[in-house]
């Protein structure tokens, strides 16, 4: 049962445009998220992330939303670069007693183009 | 500051052959984690170490997987025998503690890529 959804695969945007990327989750018992970045053939990288006591969180051209009664998450990019072009995974960290496991979305593929 | 290392970066064996992987985290880090990435899919944690302890192995799949880190830094990621649906990305990852903080979070190496054939 996947606790954290992102439900489009891939997104397609103009250079210059906003991305929004999307996820959901359903375990209330997530206490932050996180958005990584990942290039071909290289590691997740850390992106961006939001406690689940706050509503937004801005880094730069990069801003998370987190709606906690629709248990939804957006991660915008304004303006959106062709070096952007990615798979961005969103994670979110779920409490075990003293220590933490994150949880991964499936990702979704941005494609930025000039 | 280094990232983290893995070798090999690529692998193709033969169904039932041994294959083992190799992640050396960075400098500091004492949590270490092993997570195994399918195609189209995010990440899924197979084992965390705390030090040289195993603190989270309930996925790994103990019949054919081991793996081990034995003076609390370099960790090896065994599979034997190894089957058609291993093929994946090891992904190995580090932080400097097993409590993550919003800024403090887990540093991913590049991966092993697996064919099994």
């Known amino acids: 049962d996947q606790q954290v959804k992102q439900n489009s695969p891939s997104l397609s945007v103009q250079e210059g445009r906003i991305s929004i990327l999307n996820c959901d989750y359903t375990?209330?018992?997530?206490?932050?998220f996180l958005w990584y970045k990942k290039y071909p053939a290289e590691g997740p990288t850390f992106l961006i992330s939001i406690s689940s006591i706050k509503d937004k969180n801005e880094d730069g051209r990069f801003t998370v939303f987190l709606n906690k009664s629709a248990k939804h998450l957006s991660l915008h990019i304004v303006p959106s670069q062709p070096g952007d072009s990615a798979v961005y995974f969103c994670?979110?960290?779920?409490?075990?007693?003293?220590?933490?496991?994150?949880?991964f979305g499936k990702g979704t593929k941005l494609t930025v183009n000039p | 500051e280094a990232g983290v290392v893995q070798s090999p970066r690529y692998k193709i064996i033969e169904k039932k052959q041994p294959v083992a992987f190799w992640c050396n985290p960075i400098?500091?880090?004492?949590?270490l984690y092993w997570y195994l990435q399918n195609l189209g899919q995010g990440p899924e944690l197979l084992i965390r170490y705390e030090n040289e302890e195993a603190v989270d192995d309930s996925q790994l799949p103990k019949d054919r997987f081991s793996a081990e880190r034995l003076k609390g830094v370099d960790s090896t990621l065994k599979i034997q025998p190894a089957e058609l649906g291993d093929s994946a990305v090891y992904l190995c990852?580090?932080?400097?503690?097993?409590?993550?903080?919003?800024?403090?979070?887990?540093?991913f190496g590049p991966g092993t890529r697996l064919t099994v054939l």
């Open positions: 375990n209330s018992m997530f206490d932050y």
């Open positions: 994670a979110a960290v779920l409490p075990q007693g003293g220590s933490e496991k994150l949880v």
């Open positions: 400098s500091g880090h004492n949590t």
């Open positions: 990852a580090s932080s400097r503690f097993p409590l993550l903080t919003p800024t403090d979070t887990q540093y």
